[in-house]
Each structure stands twice: as structure tokens, then as C-alpha cells.
């Protein structure tokens, strides 16, 4: 085979414990991802963007056992409630029995529908991860938060259910576009800033051949970041701690997301800007230097991701929509910040004045 050797990163947990392989053509490894299929009936949830480019790689191996496909349309809005009551009736068709195996075949938005549908077909069946952006493979495919929006706001139903394995098949980045590929990028460099330094040096090292996407480094990337994330799941499954750190700048992304009307900035970008939001904000309150923010600064921006507010949005709104992210007592924020490249904590008790002057300092014209 050409290319990198595959790698596999364990996700340790127990009697659920799964493997997360990652390299180039795992898609028509079929013996590999069958061996995880405990029944005869399998359903590929997908969307109509990725099923033609990627399902027919996988077809062949599920032939022999009963299985169907459920597509999606394309984005963010169809990961609902309605689609996972057509998932689930899908099943009803295949005749699924409590052996079936749920394939997200897809990014994101897909293995969340199609993980939350598989945790409640018959109070919950095995499924199998098979992202297919940068973001699903070193992020949401990993760690069992499945789950759908609703009108009242994002991921506010769900489950925790883990896969019983992921296969992400770094060829499917080929045809990822641009913008979606540096999202995922973010995801990569927050695990980095939470917590592996060494990590967040070698992406610096290697921020060009990202950027690039080389096979070799890309792959390398994808590998150390699930292997922090799987150590982070494996000693906190339900974020009851240590996993909320890895929503190092997630309130102040989300504001920002909101404020741009789920339109202007994608997740990643919100994150990357948030990140650095969060970072401003550790060095104001002294918890971290100018040097670690700097650092992380050049890092982003290296690898094409924004680090400015997008022109027009408002300080006071953006905060009132921090607010509102998360439980927080009044006139003081919860919020993970750092003290530095690779140690981020939470920190309860802080001042709006405190964020408010961030906000206002990433706003003012240069
Ligand atoms: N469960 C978790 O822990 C977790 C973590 C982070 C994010 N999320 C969720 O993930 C979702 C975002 O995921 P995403 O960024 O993958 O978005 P996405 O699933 O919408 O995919 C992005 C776009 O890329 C397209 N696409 C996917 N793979 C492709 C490929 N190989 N080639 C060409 N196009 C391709 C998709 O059709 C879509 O248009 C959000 O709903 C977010 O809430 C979940």
C-alpha cells in the first residue's frame, strides 16, 4: 500500500471499548468493519452530498447481509427530530432486530442523527462510525455524543451512545471543500491548546503540510488529536469534569455562530476565533502571557482559519448570547480559559466587564 501506515487508537472503555482506525482506503477494508457486525441487518444513513461519492465504496461489503440506505438532505437544519422518526421507521422496514447495526456514513451532522437514532431503535443498537470530514473524524465521531437539534436551540436532544467503531478514511478529505477541511483543522489545533503542548509544536512544525493537506501529516494530525480526545472520554464518558475543557472557546464561538446567523461562520470558525477570544481574556485576567497567545495566533492563522470578529456584530449582543450559553450566576460567567499552551481549566466567577472589554477591543477597528 502507498502512503502511511494505518494507525488505530483505542477509545478505553471497559466492555464498550472501540477502535478508531484511521489511514487511507479503510472504506473498501470491508472484512475490517464487517468483523464489528453482530447481525444480519445493517442501514447507511448518509446525505445526498456524500452517498454518491463514497457509498458505493462500502456496497459491495454489505452485500449478503439485508441492508438499505436512508439519505439525508445536505446540512445543518436536517439534523432533526422528524429524520431520526424516518431513520427509525426505515428500520422498521429493514426489519431490524436488536442486532442490527446503524452506518454514519457522513460528516457530523450525520453520525449525530444516525448515533442518536441507533441509541433509541429497540433502547439502543450498535452503530459504526464512518466520518467523512476533517471535524467528524477527530471530533464528533469520537466520545458518543449523539444527538439533534430543535427549534428552541442546537443539540439540545440526545444520548450518550458510543460506536462500536470508527473508520475514518482520511481519501474521503479529497473531495472535502476548503472551508469544511480548516474547520476540522480547528478542532485539531483546540485539543492541542487544551492539553498537549508537545502537540501544539508539532502542528506549528507542520502547519504548511496541513494547510496542504499531505497525507502523511494529515493522517499524523487526525491520530494524536483522537488520542487525546479518547483519553479525555475514557476518564470522563459523561462530562462530568474533565471533558468540558474541550469546549475551550465553544461559548464564545457559539455567540458568535448565533450572532451570524449559523450563516457567516461555520463551528470551526467559531471555535478558532473563540479560542482566541478565551486566550485574550486568560491573559487579561493573568492567567496566561502575550507569548502563548501570540503563538496561538500565528497557528490559526497559518493554516487559513479567521481570527477576527466578523465585521458588524456587537459587543453587548454578544455577550447577552454568552449568557444565555451556559448556567452561569449574574453578572459572572463560567468559562474555560488557560494558562497557557496546553492547560486549560475552568473558570467560574467571571466578570462580564472582564469579557465585555475582550469583545469590545476584538471589535474596535484596528
Ligand atoms: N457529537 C459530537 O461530539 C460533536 C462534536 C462536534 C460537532 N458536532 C456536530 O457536528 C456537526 C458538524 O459536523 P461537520 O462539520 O462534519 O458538518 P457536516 O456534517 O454538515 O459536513 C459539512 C459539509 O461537508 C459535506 N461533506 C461531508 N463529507 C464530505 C466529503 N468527504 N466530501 C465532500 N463533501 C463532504 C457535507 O455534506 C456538508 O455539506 C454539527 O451538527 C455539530 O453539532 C458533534
Not at 149 to 176: E, M, S
Request: hydrophobic letters at 50%; a neutral charge; one cysteine or more.
Amino acid at each position: 500500500m502507498n502512503g502511511p501506515a494505518r494507525q488505530t487508537v483505542t477509545v478505553a472503555l471497559g466492555q464498550r471499548s472501540y477502535p478508531v482506525w484511521i489511514g487511507a482506503g479503510l472504506l473498501h477494508d470491508h472484512a475490517r468493519w464487517l468483523a464489528m457486525l453482530r447481525g444480519r441487518h445493517a442501514l447507511v444513513v448518509s446525505n445526498t452530498t456524500v452517498a454518491p461519492l463514497y457509498l458505493p465504496r462500502i456496497e459491495a461489503g454489505l452485500d449478503g447481509l439485508r441492508w438499505a440506505s436512508f439519505l439525508l438532505d445536505d446540512g445543518e437544519a436536517h439534523k432533526s427530530f422528524a429524520n431520526v422518526g424516518r431513520v427509525l421507521e426505515a428500520l422498521g422496514e429493514l426489519g431490524a432486530t436488536r442486532d442490527a447495526c446503524v452506518i454514519a456514513l457522513g460528516g457530523g451532522v450525520v453520525g449525530d442523527l444516525a448515533g442518536f437514532s441507533a441509541a433509541c431503535w429497540m433502547r439502543g443498537i450498535d452503530f459504526i462510525q464512518m466520518p467523512t470530514t476533517l471535524l467528524a473524524m477527530v471530533d464528533s465521531s469520537v466520545g458518543g455524543k449523539t444527538g439533534v437539534n430543535l427549534p428552541v436551540g442546537k443539540n439540545l436532544a440526545g444520548a450518550f451512545h458510543q460506536p462500536r467503531a470508527v473508520v475514518a478514511d482520511i481519501d474521503t478529505l479529497a473531495t472535502l471543500p476548503g472551508r469544511e477541511y480548516r474547520a476540522g483543522l480547528a478542532e485539531v489545533i483546540k485539543g492541542a491548546a487544551i492539553g498537549d503542548e508537545p502537540f501544539f509544536a508539532w502542528l506549528e512544525q507542520h502547519a504548511a503540510a496541513l494547510a496542504a493537506r499531505e497525507p502523511a501529516t494529515v493522517q499524523q494530525a487526525i491520530a494524536r488529536k483522537v488520542a487525546y480526545k479518547a483519553g479525555v472520554v475514557a476518564r470522563d464518558e459523561t462530562e462530568q469534569g474533565e471533558r468540558a475543557l474541550l469546549n475551550l472557546g465553544h461559548t464564545f464561538g457559539h455567540a458568535l455562530e448565533t450572532a451570524g446567523h449559523y450563516t457567516a461562520l461555520l463551528h470551526g470558525e467559531g471555535v478558532a476565533i473563540g479560542m482566541l477570544l478565551a486566550a485574550r481574556l486568560s491573559e487579561r485576567l493573568g492567567m496566561s502571557a502575550q507569548a502563548a497567545t501570540a503563538r496561538l495566533q500565528r497557528l490559526l492563522e497559518a493554516v487559513g482559519l479567521p481570527v477576527a470578529v466578523p465585521p458588524g456584530m456587537d459587543p453587548p449582543q454578544l455577550l447577552a448570547l454568552m449568557r444565555l450559553d451556559k448556567k452561569n450566576t449574574a453578572g459572572t460567567l463560567r468559562l474555560i480559559l488557560w494558562r497557557g499552551i496546553g492547560r486549560a481549566e475552568i473558570v467560574a466567577g467571571v466578570a462580564e466587564a472582564d469579557v465585555l472589554a475582550v469583545l469590545t477591543e476584538a471589535t474596535s477597528a484596528p
